[in-house]
């Protein structure tokens, strides 16, 4: 393939927050970083489906992939020059299972575009949770004076499950804070800023050991209710809960429980299930719980230049013949 067969098409949301717009301006300036001399062409809201006829490339959002106007049952026809898709975002299980992706058609997404602004969110929670911050908020909402006092947070320990990329990152926070580090992984595999690794099966064994629990895990069917009521009732009371990346590894009511209880001493959630969380869920209620809208991993300035440097870097790649970057893999599901 030669760089003038390359067609990348991108196709954006209006209705996104500007962090995960992309725009003409954007794609320029990393065209222009990378080098490539290739044919780019946006579009929005999937208004002309027809530019799908000979992309080689595109470059979307999950929720694009959903809208009834895309022609996922269709797509070998509509887009038969069509041989990589790129996610915008790092989970795609609103995607699975992949039967809809067209036969030699890669699937990629932005895993590691996230790394520094989890790294600098996961030492914020690390020291809130430490400081008992969920309990003292709560405190303040019910205007109720109660001193907690809380020892240095180094030498404690913090149990990752799910050390990819953005696991990787809270490790790598962690040791900066001077926490003993556990981490889960499928592979049990080692990891530099990790002391221990274990598999998946011997997640009930070290629940008890945390300090602190940050679920980091892609969701997948075997990773959803990954911690249950059972499993939170293995955590020790002064263990603190945080989620990144997607909400649908916890059982909310039993989390809800266990803090109201003071089973577990606080969780800070950025992630939930369903997004946007509905006024109905009792998360929004809970004592020693904080709730960010799933915003601490999406750096404003960065997320959409570091994307975009990775599709370009991704279609100089395929020009070469070469493997994709977070190639996604349709039997694990990410």
């Known amino acids: 393939m030669t760089v003038t067969d390359l067609h990348l098409r991108f196709e954006t949301r209006a209705s996104k927050p500007p962090v995960f717009r992309i725009s003409e301006p954007l794609i320029a300036a990393a065209k222009a970083r990378s080098g490539l001399d290739v044919r780019v062409s946006l579009g929005e809201d999937l208004r002309d489906t027809d530019c799908?006829?000979?992309?080689?490339g595109l470059v979307t959002s999950n929720d694009i992939i959903r809208d009834p106007k895309f022609p996922t049952g269709e797509?070998?026809?509509?887009a038969p020059r069509l041989r990589w898709i790129h996610i915008i975002g790092a989970g795609i299980e609103p995607l699975l299972p992949l039967e809809w992706l067209p036969e030699g058609v890669v699937l990629t997404n932005?895993?590691?575009?996230?790394?520094e602004k989890t790294r600098g969110s996961a030492m914020m929670a690390l020291l809130m949770l430490n400081a008992r911050l969920p309990t003292i908020i709560t405190n303040q909402r019910n205007a109720r004076w109660e001193q907690i006092f809380t020892p240095r947070i180094a030498g404690k320990t913090v149990l990752?499950?799910?050390?990819?990329?953005?696991?990787?990152?809270?490790?790598?926070?962690?040791?900066?804070?001077?926490?003993?580090?556990?981490?889960?992984?499928?592979?049990?595999?080692?990891h530099p800023d990790?002391?221990?690794?274990?598999?998946?099966?011997?997640?009930?064994?070290?629940?008890?050991?945390?300090?602190?629990?940050v679920f980091a895990a892609p969701l997948t069917?075997?990773?959803?209710?990954?911690?249950?009521?059972?499993?939170?009732?293995?955590?020790?009371?002064?263990?603190?809960v945080r989620t990144?990346?997607?909400?649908?590894?916890?059982?909310h009511q039993a989390l809800v429980e266990a803090l109201r209880s003071g089973a577990i001493s606080g969780a800070i959630l950025d992630v939930h299930d369903p997004e946007p969380l509905p006024a109905s869920s009792p998360l929004w209620q809970a004592d020693n719980v904080v709730l960010t809208p799933h915003v601490t991993s999406d750096d404003l300035d960065e997320y959409m230049p570091k994307t975009l440097d990775l599709v370009f870097a991704n279609a100089a790649r395929l020009m070469r013949g070469e493997p994709l970057a977070n190639a996604v893999d349709p039997a694990l599901g990410y």
């Open 194 to 213: 990790v002391d221990r690794m274990a598999a998946i099966s011997e997640l009930e064994a070290v629940l008890p050991e945390a300090d602190f629990v």
């Open 160 to 190: 990752i499950v799910g050390v990819g990329e953005m696991g990787g990152a809270v490790a790598a926070a962690a040791k900066v804070l001077g926490l003993r580090v556990i981490g889960v992984r499928r592979s049990g595999a080692p």
């Open 110 to 115: 932005n895993s590691g575009v996230h790394v």
């Open 221 to 240: 069917p075997e990773t959803r209710n990954l911690l249950d009521r059972r499993r939170i009732g293995l955590l020790e009371r002064r263990a603190g």
């Open 52 to 56: 799908l006829a000979d992309a080689v």
């Open 244 to 251: 990144v990346g997607r909400g649908g590894w916890v059982d």
């Open 75 to 78: 797509l070998a026809r509509a």
